[in-house]
């Protein structure tokens, strides 16, 4: 008897909990043509938190989309969300929203506000996942939020043909914010960072961008690691900022007269580690940094490997390949204040006699040649020629103008596998 | 004798227009970089210029990296013809420093962060920053702010 009562007390549980999900469960809504509800901005109106609004395949002309309650958005089959370069396209205002399968278009350019296909403004807790923005000013534009993420996304803006263009993925005082697995082009920054805190760049792939390819500017405390930075104006600016961490990136391609792999501008405690530098005007560009470590990374036929500022100081760099690129290391002075170590150096011609895998003579990357490029641009119509080679012959005989302190002596024998 | 003539004036348009005094250049969006932070130029409305009397331009992305520039530059005061930026308001022209109301506000987005854009018209610039919340700085002003924010010597 005992027993069935147990029993049935259970039943009557959970019959009464069946019943309390059916009424308290959110509902869900169908926007498309062959339903009741045409428009998005109708079904966002009726909606209640938590709701879940399906929004079928199709085009809708809707701008200034204000969603300013917790509820779920799921495109089926890329709906094509078109604000018609009128204005802002949707802003999110509400804390858990999530977003997915949409097609955002035509954002509005503008010389004066910052117009974008999905502004998440003071949120938290957002999800934009698997969403295509095309032909937008901004796309999206994350400010004050913290806790969300952008990922699987794609994104091909406006640069090609507009003269102005805006950035890719956004960021402006965040905080948290995981950015993973999108593939963004033809935007004026592909990533940009500024004000953010503790957030994670990873996997993305960010090429053709009329800027750059990522960009921070005031984000302490980031990472970004696996990204591709392809043939952007330059690869990755990191600026004015602490402890930031970027590994095992590629940066390739990125040409130009005002090109670089990666730029570092005032950068202090830091780490490069594990990236391929590959076919770029300038490898790495570091000016005004302190104890940045950069280890393990592949130079490899960039026109400068690494260019030097001396305003930078204790910075470590060991451990990495050098390999043909046109000028291996240049410094802007004679002083240097970095740690070259243990680094492989295509163009060393030394001698290992005792076996340990370290040449024997220090080596000196930088030449004076370089130096002369650094003075007076045009000399670089000299490379390769008889006149240079002299030059540097000479110098390294007999160093008299190069850095006296940038000198690797333990130079690696033979090249690392990275 | 007419084409004497032509060759003439041709030799002296190219005479007289080598001898014309230094102006703002125009800045090539997405191409030129800044003189001072490297960064390309991208948005036309915060590009200013630092020109000296032989005609020398440097150009920046924005009012920060010049006021930056005059700290370091080690130029002379009379080899400087003068500095520009552009008008906020009418991003085509580019107005000397001595002519421009400067806007500092948080509300700002300017591209070194700082929030400073530069205004000709009085009346737009004190809408400006009514609606930025903002104050209005003297070109001094703003050098010092650079100086003490990026740690300039």
Known sequence: MYKFWQIYKITVILIVLFLCTEFISARQYNIGNSYKIKNIAEAISIANDYDTLYIDQGYYYEFNLIIDKPITLIGKNYPVIDGDNRGQVMTVNSHDVYISGIHFKGSKVSFVDDFSALLIEDSYNCKIIDNNFSKNFFSVYLSRSYDCTVTNNEFKGNALSEPSSGNGIHLWYCKNITITDNVISEQRDGIYLEFVKNSTIRNNKSFNNLRYGLHFMYSDSCLYSRNLFVQNGAGVAVMYTKYVEMIENRFEQNYGAASYGLLLKDITDSKVISNRFYRNSNGIYIEGSNRVIIEKNDFIENGWGMKLRSSSTDNLITHNNFISNSFQVTASGRQNASLFSENYWSDYNGYDLDNDGYGDVPFRPVNLFSLEVEKHPPAIILLHSLFADMLNLVEKMIPTLTPETLIDEKPLMSQLKI | ?153
């Not at chain 2, 703002?24 to 630092?50: H, L, R, W």
């Open chain 2, 1 to 153: 004798m007419i084409t004497l003539n032509k060759i003439n004036i041709l030799i002296l348009i190219i005479f007289v227009m080598g001898c014309s005094q230094p102006a703002p250049k125009p800045i090539n969006i997405g191409q030129d970089a800044c003189d001072y932070c490297k960064m390309t130029i991208v948005d036309k409305k915060f590009g200013s210029e630092f020109i000296t009397t032989k005609g020398k331009v440097f150009k920046f992305d924005s009012i920060e990296c010049l006021a930056a520039f005059t700290l370091i530059s080690n130029i002379d005061e009379k080899d400087i013809f003068g500095l520009f930026v552009t008008d906020f308001n009418n991003p085509d022209n580019m107005i000397s420093t001595d002519d421009l109301y400067f806007i500092h506000s948080k509300e700002l987005k300017s591209p070194m962060s700082f929030g400073l854009v530069a205004i000709q018209d009085s009346s737009t610039a004190v809408n400006v920053r009514d609606a930025s919340y903002g104050e209005i700085v003297s070109w001094g002003k703003i050098v010092e702010l650079v100086r003490k924010e990026w740690n300039v010597k």
